[in-house]
């Protein structure tokens, strides 16, 4: 099918990418998350999220125990250094060091019972455009570190060389830092023009997408190679997709292709200039665990310790899927890019109602979709 990922030689993919090297930075698509505490908030809709995240905690406590050398941190630094990559706003974050540093602790008892406990920092890190007030004021009281806020790009170096002991990101890194402007450029073949991501797409359009995933991931470990200790800890969770399967046949997939068809039939209602919906991509890639493998080997830095897909949403039960919930999670992650991008920033209230009512003529397609391993799991250690 037209979306179907491919396994592909990814030297060839960055010998492609010098022919799109012109590209629009996520800054442009406003990516940081609703800020503040209103109905649209981040932090007012972000639970999902942190449900589907802690599919993975006990995976994660299972590696700390197993293969995170705390000792051997302590005998050099007498602080134990963690930082989450793309924290966003919301409660979520608070929640997932407190769990790491748990995990940290029990691992250090077992080792050292009657040993004071070390000191933990955390650095709290997105772009310098997040709502870092709406951050800091969440703070828990009473909190087993001390906390940092660190803005910037993840893409490159944020820290001290050999500076972090445990690197954390969730639901960040399949946001693309760039797109090729060949995607909007309508004398292009590989012109997405009509949709906005590569689902249901050509091959050539998702290849462009796939090469920034490959340039950005790259990116990504470098930096972190230069700021994670040797024998480090970095968990990565993000969206993934099993090898083979179109990006059509999911969920957010699905999403994406109503997204497009209401922006294309506002544009015919005058509400929206067509061109704006032809220029106009959504900079989010799912990778398969082999494609991620194939980055992490050839980035030479990582051992990886573990890597699998899971099913974000076995927390979803039997029940029916609450579409109007989800779509307030969907807004409050992705608002930005839309009000970005297009020139009445009104019709975004209508997109989503007119999407909400058009996934809840679809909820037991989607209900029987939802059972898909699409979240990509990955535990690397620095050699």
């Avoid at 209103?38 to 905690?57: G, I, P, T």
């Avoid at 590989?190 to 490959?214: D, M, W």
Wanted: aromatic share 10%.
């Amino acid at each position: 099918m037209a979306d179907q990922p491919l396994l592909r030689d990814h030297d060839h993919d960055f010998k492609v990418k010098s022919r799109l090297d012109v590209t629009k930075t996520v800054s442009e698509y406003s990516l940081p998350v609703n800020g503040g505490h209103d109905s649209c908030s981040y932090s007012k809709n972000s639970y999902y999220q942190r449900l589907s995240a802690n599919v993975e905690k006990r995976k994660i406590d299972e590696e700390i125990a197993e293969k995170l050398d705390v000792l051997n941190f302590l005998s050099t630094w007498k602080t134990i250094r963690i930082a989450d990559l793309g924290c966003a706003t919301g409660p979520n974050t608070f929640n997932a060091m407190q769990d790491l540093i748990e995990a940290i602790v029990h691992k250090y008892k077992s080792l050292c019972p009657t040993s004071p406990l070390p000191e933990f920092q955390v650095f709290f890190n997105d772009q310098a455009s997040n709502d870092f007030n709406s951050l800091f004021n969440a703070l828990p009281a009473e909190r087993q570190y001390f906390a940092v806020g660190v803005p910037g790009s993840f893409h490159g170096r944020l820290f001290p060389e050999s500076s972090l002991h445990f690197v954390y990101t969730c639901y960040a890194l399949q946001w693309l830092s760039a797109l090729p402007e060949e995607l909007s450029d309508k004398n292009s073949p590989i012109c997405n023009k009509g949709r906005v991501h590569y689902t249901n797409a050509p091959h050539e359009v998702l290849n462009a997408y796939s090469t920034q995933f490959a340039m950005d991931v790259e990116n990504f470990l470098n930096a972190r190679a230069k700021e994670l200790v040797p024998g480090g800890m970095m968990v990565m969770i993000l969206s993934g997709i099993p090898t083979g399967m179109p990006y059509s046949e999911i969920p957010t997939g699905i999403m994406f292709d109503f997204i497009s068809s209401i922006l294309m039939n506002m544009a015919i209602e005058g509400l929206i200039n067509e061109d704006e919906v032809d220029s106009f991509n959504i900079p989010f890639y799912a990778a398969s665990p082999e494609e991620m493998t194939g980055l992490v080997e050839r980035n030479g830095y990582f051992s990886i310790e573990r890597m699998e897909l899971t099913n974000p949403a076995t927390w979803l039960g039997s029940g029916p899927i609450d579409i109007r919930a989800w779509m307030m999670h969907v807004r409050a992650a992705m608002e930005g890019i839309f009000t970005e991008h297009f020139s009445r920033p009104e019709i975004i209230d209508q997109m989503f109602q007119q999407m909400t009512e058009k996934l809840s003529d679809c909820s037991e397609d989607l209900k029987s979709r939802s059972q898909e391993k699409v979240q990509l799991f990955v535990v690397l250690k620095r050699k």
